[in-house]
């Protein structure tokens, strides 16, 4: 995992933390299922679409991590 991914990962595990979620929880209110959020917390897959619009949905207050994930700003 780069370290741009790594850092919008970062943002959404302390977010999840904050929020008192389980993976299952926050993976379905991202919208995207549990093992592929899992995966990606692990760096076992890389930050892809779906979880970005999944974090644009849910969280709006990210949306400018994540246009610094996709600009490589981060």
Same mark, same amino acid.
């Given at each position: ?19 008192? !979620? ?9 919208? =995207?299922?549990?093992? !592929? ?9 890389? =930050?892809?679409?779906? !979880?970005?619009?999944?974090? =644009?949905?849910?969280?709006?207050? !990210?949306?400018?991590? =994540? ?8």
């Amino acid at each position: 995992m780069n370290q741009h991914a790594q850092t919008l990962v970062t943002i959404l595990e302390a977010r999840q933390r904050e929020l008192g !979620l389980t993976d299952a929880a926050f993976a379905d209110r991202l919208g =995207v299922s549990r093992q !592929l959020w899992a995966m990606t917390r692990a760096g076992q897959r890389a =930050v892809g679409l779906l !979880l970005l619009q999944g974090v =644009v949905r849910a969280f709006p207050d !990210l949306h400018n991590q =994540v246009l610094a994930h996709l600009q490589g700003d981060t």
